[in-house]
């Protein structure tokens, strides 16, 4: 499903707008990776694209207004997976999973949902917790599950909000390596929040910048990682470089710092 947004604006607080005259889309087939600083406006976009949230403004799906959909088609077509997805209920990591097909589930689970449930364990490497208890786990473990039942759902679009947290480096990458695989076979729509520029640049064929909830820039990471852009948004002066392909962002000082040694050297003298 193609995803358009134009002029999106949210707030919790009216005087404190979060999302401003938002405007991008995401592709089938591709990750789009949506980056920027804390507080830029990242996991609220987020939700206002998964429904959860109200904004004002337009989010299109397949050119369908997002609003004139039920609730139970926004579940059916999308997944969406918070930076917190823990859960205090005693359940076996098989049956959080199996919850990831709610929407297809009657009284009796069919033979085909178990499936399902299975090869994604299998997929993931995790097949072997199946039967363990999932508050049990630990933070990396959980976080493995969480995703698991992000993708059982087989969704159209795909919401992710920095689904690294808590993984380790070999993880993070069969992980990724598995999500832009399936984004790619099964035309699906994937929107990542990532922390690290360098992984983000790895993975997404797009990224959409946020500084201060509204869109600093757009486009793919040869074109959007620049030191200006590093200065301007994060604050950090940077080196920025194309080695076999793959960019490399590598940070070398705050600009706030060097600011205050300025200022200190003019008192100074």
């Given at each position: 499903m193609k995803l358009?947004?134009?002029?999106?604006?949210?707030a919790y607080n009216p005087s404190k707008p979060v999302l401003r005259d938002i405007d991008m889309q995401a592709l089938?087939?591709?990750?789009?990776?949506?980056?920027?600083?804390?507080?830029?406006?990242?996991?609220?976009?987020?939700?206002?694209?998964?429904?959860?949230?109200?904004?004002?403004?337009?989010?299109m799906l397949d050119g369908r207004e997002l609003n004139s959909f039920k609730k139970e088609d926004i579940t059916r077509d999308t997944s969406y997976l918070p930076q917190d997805s823990s859960s205090g209920a005693v359940l076996t990591v098989f049956e959080v999973v199996l919850l990831g097909r709610l929407q297809s589930l009657t009284w009796r689970v069919s033979?085909?949902?178990?499936?399902?449930?299975?090869?994604?364990?299998?997929?993931?490497?995790i097949h072997e917790l199946a039967l363990r208890l999932f508050n049990e786990l630990s933070g990396g473990?959980?976080?493995?599950?969480?995703?698991?039942?992000?993708?059982?759902?087989q969704p159209r679009v795909l919401l992710l909000d920095e689904?690294?947290?808590?993984?380790?480096?070999?993880?993070e990458i069969e992980i990724l390596d598995l999500i832009r695989d399936i984004t790619v076979q099964k035309g699906i729509t994937t929107v990542i929040t990532f922390h690290?520029?360098?992984?983000?640049?790895?993975?997404?064929?797009k990224m959409v910048?946020?500084?201060?909830?509204?869109?600093?820039?757009?486009?793919?990471?040869?074109?959007?990682?620049?030191?200006?852009?590093?200065?301007?948004?994060?604050?950090?002066?940077?080196?920025?470089?194309?080695?076999?392909?793959?960019?490399?962002?590598?940070?070398?000082?705050?600009?706030?710092?060097?600011?205050?040694?300025?200022?200190?050297?003019?008192?100074?003298?």
């Open positions: 358009q947004i134009a002029n999106l604006k949210f089938p087939g591709k990750i789009t990776a949506l980056l920027g600083p804390n507080a830029a406006g990242k996991s609220t976009l987020l939700k206002c694209i998964a429904g959860i949230l109200r904004p004002e403004g337009r989010i033979k085909d949902d178990l499936d399902i449930v299975l090869n994604i364990l299998e997929e993931l490497s473990q959980k976080q493995m599950v969480s995703i698991a039942q992000a993708l059982v759902r689904p690294m947290s808590n993984l380790d480096i070999q993880h690290d520029l360098n992984l983000a640049a790895r993975y997404a064929d910048i946020l500084k201060d909830g509204k869109v600093y820039a757009a486009g793919e990471p040869k074109t959007v990682l620049t030191p200006e852009m590093m200065r301007s948004v994060y604050g950090v002066n940077s080196t920025v470089r194309i080695d076999n392909g793959t960019i490399q962002i590598t940070p070398l000082s705050s600009v706030r710092s060097k600011v205050r040694a300025g200022q200190g050297k003019k008192r100074n003298g």
